[in-house]
């Protein structure tokens, strides 16, 4: 596309290049390794689901044993499809044997890999059909009611209990809303395990399992009948259990995942090793099911200053999508993220913001970016912060953002009320509506102020990515240099779950879901 900014284009090239040698690099490693989440996720993949009379997953349970037994480099693939050749079992049942003590999978007698495979590969073929056919439902819906071309207003809801939180969906999409987002429990990303059933008991959010997204999924569907278009629903693909809560997402047909490849690293302290093996295999799912994922560069501007570090934001989104790239996501499924987190009080902040927005459209033309509201410099004013939040919606429309999170008036004070939501939708429709042709009737002055910045701006993420390039992604971690934050290659959470695969290791669903491609 041709650059408002008259972007060097050369120049992104190079740093789209660095970003991609950077994600050959790492996949090296994410070959070569699997975790207790990644088997955990083939287990449920393969059919397995429930809890223990102690209320303990029975994934957690049958990959526990494997892992005891010293094979978990093999795979729970390998495991489970031998118990199947054995006993002649289905993997749930299986399970539930093991769950009550009744087998110790590396203690069966190991039968010809190629049976073992087939056997496998026959349930894990059910399950892909599955997945395909959700997607292929959500393709019929939004053909038989349209899609918005302009952006999908966001709306959160975060009551802690499923049942409120299907009532203010319910009424979210009924004020405007385009995508319903479900907020996780406050603390969530930090279990490693996937909590099970209909939940009520949530802080800050809602515990996401498989039960409360089936709920909300059959209560946007009745809702988006009701109007005549299609709501989407989104939730957290991330922390202990990334690739688990995709899976889910994939079977009950969520459209939307929050998904990053450092998000976890840098603000959960979740062991570097641990999340980079893990993200792969979640994208894959996601990408298979046809979900958007959304990346959380906005977190660096709510952690570091949005003008000095907006860089970072931009490396990060390279860094990203190539990581996307290699796990079959296509760009029209990257929701990028960004965020409008720079200081009221800076000097022609808006054209800075205005700037970075658009940069990121042309940098990433096909991708349907992830656009952050104000949070962090919103004070509880509500008149000003109303200000701030339709400076946000100008952006949005100007630049073609595709996913606008709807900035609320009274963030800062407390979880919004569902009038607090109708006003933020009132706010943006009005925007949208009466800029709709903005962003293409303008054009940005040659050597101004914009295009200075985003020059600056391309020129630092490309002295960032080279770094990065030469130093390799866990180093680079190591020394801080995203958001200012240093994590240890040995430290954070979660690297005892992570295991070098044998050379017989095989996942199914990899190939499934990948096509054969690497």
């Known amino acids: 596309m041709e650059s408002k900014l008259n972007l060097n284009w050369d ?10 040698n950077i994600a050959k690099d790492t996949q090296k490693f994410i070959d070569i390794h699997t975790t207790v989440t990644v088997e955990r996720t083939v287990c449920r993949l393969l059919g397995i689901n429930g809890v223990d009379k102690a209320f303990v997953p029975i994934p957690n349970i049958v990959v526990d044993n494997i892992k005891n037994g010293n094979g978990l480099a093999l795979g729970a693939s390998m495991f489970i499809g031998n118990a199947m050749v054995e006993t002649g079992l289905s993997p749930q049942k299986i399970a539930e044997s093991v769950a009550k003590g009744e087998m110790d999978l590396t203690k069966i007698p190991m039968h010809d890999e ?3 495979k087939m056997a496998i590969d026959k349930v894990a073929k059910v399950m892909t059909s599955k997945i395909k056919g959700n997607r292929g439902k959500r393709e019929s819906y939004l053909k038989e009611f349209g899609d918005k071309s302009g952006p999908l207003l966001y709306a959160i809801v975060a009551t802690g209990n499923i049942y409120e939180d299907i009532v203010q969906a319910r009424a979210a999409a009924k004020q405007g809303a385009d995508v319903i987002a479900v907020i996780r429990s406050t603390g969530q990303s930090l279990l490693d395990y996937v909590p099970y059933g209909a939940t009520t008991d949530g802080f800050g959010g809602t515990l996401a399992t498989q039960e ?18 299609y709501i989407r629903l989104c939730n957290y693909c991330s922390g202990l259990c990334m690739p688990e809560i995709a899976a889910m997402g994939a079977i009950e047909r969520l459209d939307v995942m929050l998904n990053d490849a450092l998000y976890g690293i840098l603000f959960r302290d979740i062991n570097m090793q641990r999340t980079i093996v893990d993200q792969y295999f979640s994208r894959i799912i996601n990408g298979y099911a046809g979900v958007i994922i959304n990346t959380g560069e906005d977190n660096y501007l709510t952690t570091s200053d949005a003008v000095e570090e907006a860089h970072t934001v931009l490396a990060s989104q390279f860094i990203n999508e190539q990581f996307a790239l290699v796990a079959g996501i ?11 987190e720079i200081s009221p009080d800076v000097e022609n902040g808006f054209l800075y913001e205005l ?24 004070t509880g ?10 400076l946000f919606n100008m952006v949005t429309i100007m630049t073609g953002q595709k996913l606008h ?17 109708a006003l933020a939708i009132d706010n943006a429709q009005y925007i949208f509506r009466t800029m709709k042709e903005l962003g293409s009737e303008i054009c940005f002055k040659k050597g101004g102020i914009m295009e200075t910045r985003v020059d600056e701006v391309v020129n630092k993420a490309a002295a960032l990515i080279q770094e990065i390039e030469k130093e390799g992604l866990f180093r680079t971690l190591e020394q801080g240099k995203f958001a200012g934050i240093k994590r240890n290659l040995t430290g954070g ?7 070098e695969k044998e050379k017989a290791y095989f996942n199914p669903f990899v190939d499934l879901m990948l096509g054969g491609k690497k």
Do not use: C, W
């Open 381 to 390: 004013d509500v008149f000003k912060g109303q200000v701030q939040d339709t």
């Open 493 to 499: 959470k979660g690297l005892e779950g992570v295991v």
């Open 330 to 340: 296509p760009e029209e499924q990257m929701g990028l993220g960004h965020a409008f």
């Open 405 to 421: 999170l709807l900035g609320m008036i009274t963030e800062a004070i407390h979880t919004p009320f569902m009038s607090d939501r």
């Open 11 to 20: 120049v992104v090239e190079k740093v789209r290049q660095s970003a991609r």
């Open 114 to 116: 190629f049976e073992i």
């Open 355 to 378: 700037a970075q927005a658009q940069m990121a459209r042309e940098v990433f033309p096909r991708a349907p970016l992830k656009y952050m509201p104000p949070t962090k410099f919103m």
């Open 212 to 229: 409360n997204f089936r709920l909300m999924r059959v209560a946007l569907d009745e809702v988006s009948e009701e109007l005549g278009r």
